[in-house]
DNA sequence: GTCTATATATCGATAGAC
DNA sequence: GTCTATCGATATATAGAC
């Protein structure tokens, strides 16, 4: 036998990886490094360390760092959207948006990991269109209910579906942050009050349609 | 002479910078590079390329690169507040909120580099209180109207607060990461939206009372 | 306070064997 | 599809001269 004795079948040496499927083990070895260190320092050179490979065969199946981490956005999108959906099952439309807003930012802490991929990754979505698509489906169920309170107005209801997807939004990365505290309890908070927030917005939802008004003539003057 | 002839005084080499501030122009310079390349591409190295000094120099004013980047979060966040002071120095409590949520997305987009510093860093603020400090004011800022708005109830104005500021907060990130379009149109819808919402949270307000009943006793039984 | 020089590390990506 | 080997680039950070 040849210096390491092909190594692969009597030895299976410690977490070798020779089989099956290694794009998906890849994006959960992603996931876990992102949940670990952080995104900025994840590599796909560790990544391939911690599965046992070696450090090109990743390339087999991503082209680069970016397409890999653009895989694992795509997972993001599709898991938060099935989340979504479950939560803004049933109820009045308000009551699933609320729902919604609050299972957003709970998907958040939950999987910080997939949520940083999808969110904070700071990839250019046009590039990777596939993102864009896998992530319609979370405006839809938003988008739904908006509709419903929004009386037949187009409008009106995707105005209302934005103002309440960046309110979420806001609460997910501001909680990520700190700003909510730490620990479970400052999820909670989080997600209770972009559920409230929800709430308020519907309930206001009359000033939405000034938006219109507003950006519509040149007002190129407006200083600071 | 050696080699070099000193190579300072009489010929001052293209942009060799040998006097001043230097933590000023690394200040000044880490700025010019995350808008140019990216927060997570920014290193110390090109830095001091760029100012034409040893890539040792800047360690004699920072100790690492996120001590670079906490005094540009600092930066960031002294002149937020200030733009949100100027914002929101007259009319009404919540034309004072509105006007504050349309500048901190406006600032967002405007001085990209520097919001990304501040909300973008993942720089734990516990291990840079500096930048909580310089961040406080910003709260204040919106705490001060909402607290007219919510007559003497500090919780509510402090739920009001927090409700507007991830809303705007949300605007912001989504904006800058594409979702209200490109270009300046973007930055007018979202800065708008951002300011029509804050007025629909106003009118809503009473519903981000209901956090605290929510949140209240143990529900550990809500699933998915 | 800045420079030169360097130690140390790591990474992304490719070529070519098997 | 995976491995070995490696190139080339770049980074952070330190030591010691000036």
Redesign the interface.
Known sequence: MTRQDRAAQAAPKRGRYHHGDLRAALIQTTIDLIGER???EFSMAEASRRLGVAVAAPYRHFADRDALLAAVAVRAAELLGE?LD??AASGTAAQRLAAAAR?YVRFAADQRSLFQAL??S?LD??SYPEIEHAARSIGLTFLTPAAELADGDETAAA?LT??I???????A??ML????GSGPQAT???A??????T?????????????AE??APDRSEEG?
Chains 1, 2 share one sequence.
């Open positions: 952080g995104l900025p989340r479950s939560a299972t969110a904070g700071g979505k046009s105005r934005s103002a997807v960046a309110t979420a939004h806001g609460h990365v501001l942050d700190g700003v909510f909670e908070t989080a209770e009050q972009a559920g409230a927030a709430l308020a917005l519907i309930a206001g939802q009359a000033h939405l349609s000034n938006v507003a950006v600071i």
